[in-house]
Every structure is written in structure tokens, then in C-alpha cells.
């Protein structure tokens, strides 16, 4: 088994992946290496053109590293017990946090 990168794309910005493919590219296979990712407790991003922030990237993981992400509102955010990620935004946006346990709480009740 290999590593996993996943990233999110913004919708606003997305024409800028067409002005510039090859840059785009050259980023995402960058963020597949780590290189947007190492900047402490945070996930990590990159713009491209005029968007500052086109993508959101989360470190890449080993296949068998396991964690949940959830899309709420503007954001997708890592949920898992051993992240600094989840950790930090616990502890920066509790009421936010608290929202999110209790999106993931309906969605598997509906999934079961």
C-alpha cells in the first residue's frame, strides 16, 4: 500500500486551473510530497492566479493511517483523535468542533 494526499479544491477560484494547468500540476504534486503541509498544528494551502487560497491540502498519509474528514459550511477539516489538527481546532473554535461531532454523530446514525 502507498500514501494518500487529499486535498479541496475551491469553487470560486477553480478558472484559475485552466490559466495555469501546468502550475496547478507541479502544486499538487508537491502537496502529494508534503510540501504544503508542514506549518505546525494546520493543514496546509496553496492559490494559484489571482486566488490565494484554491486549495486545501491535508498531510499525506500511509494507507493504513486511518482518519475522517468532514466538509462543514466553507471548510473540510480532519477529525481524528491522534491529529494536532483536531487537537488545535478543539481547542481554537470549541462551539465549531462541537458542531462537527454532532454532524458526524447524525451522519452515522443515517449510514447505520
Same mark, same amino acid.
Given at each position: 500500500m502507498?500514501?494518500?494526499?487529499?486535498i479541496t479544491?475551491?469553487? @470560486?477560484?477553480? @478558472?484559475?486551473? *485552466?490559466?495555469? #494547468?501546468?502550475?496547478?500540476?507541479? *502544486? %499538487?504534486?508537491?502537496?502529494?510530497?508534503?510540501e504544503f503541509t508542514d506549518r505546525g498544528p494546520v493543514k496546509g494551502s496553496f492559490g494559484?492566479?489571482? @486566488?490565494?487560497?484554491? %486549495?486545501? %491540502?491535508?498531510? #499525506?498519509?500511509h494507507a493504513d493511517d486511518h482518519t475522517i474528514? %468532514?466538509?462543514?459550511?466553507n471548510t473540510v477539516v480532519e477529525m481524528n483523535a491522534w491529529s494536532k489538527d483536531c487537537e488545535s481546532l478543539a481547542k481554537r473554535h470549541p462551539d465549531f468542533f462541537d458542531s462537527l461531532l454532532k454532524q458526524m454523530e447524525r451522519q452515522v446514525k443515517v449510514v447505520k
Open positions: 502507498g500514501f494518500l494526499t487529499t479544491i475551491y469553487n @470560486d477560484g477553480c @478558472d484559475q486551473i *485552466k490559466k495555469h #494547468p501546468k502550475e496547478f500540476a507541479e *502544486k %499538487v504534486y508537491l502537496a502529494c510530497l508534503g494559484l492566479g489571482y @486566488d490565494a487560497n484554491l %486549495v486545501t %491540502v491535508q498531510k #499525506p498519509r474528514y %468532514v466538509h462543514q459550511g
